[in-house]
């Protein structure tokens, strides 16, 4: 019998607990900081290497959280560049 079935079963005889599933927030669009404006909304990108994007990932660990930060060529969508570690400080973002 595989994982569906049995799944199926259990659905069928309200015997399936579900994990609870935890999140973190990680955004805060609320605060006190001066907002830039998208600066690159009409910029028609049309080569490599003219607009890169940074963004940085929590990762859930056993041990807690990893950090993730992401360079990423907007045009080719690669990644360019990546950093994981435990601590999140400049040098994570500097080392990417």
């Known amino acids: ?3 569906d079935s049995l799944n199926k079963i259990l659905r069928e005889h309200k015997m399936l607990t579900l994990r609870k599933k935890y999140s973190m927030k990680t955004t805060n669009s609320h ?3 001066y907002k830039y404006k998208n ?7 049309n080569r490599p290497n003219q607009v890169w994007a940074a963004d940085i990932t929590y990762i859930r660990t056993i041990k807690g959280f990893c950090y993730l930060p ?4 907007m045009y080719s969508y690669k990644i360019g560049g990546y950093n994981l570690r435990q601590l999140r400080t ?3 973002c500097k080392g990417t």
Do not use: A, P
């Open 39 to 45: 600066s690159i909304k009409k910029l028609e990108i």
């Open 1 to 3: 019998m595989g994982q």
């Open 31 to 33: 605060h006190r900081f």
């Open 70 to 73: 992401l360079l990423t060529d």
């Open 90 to 92: 400049n040098r994570l």
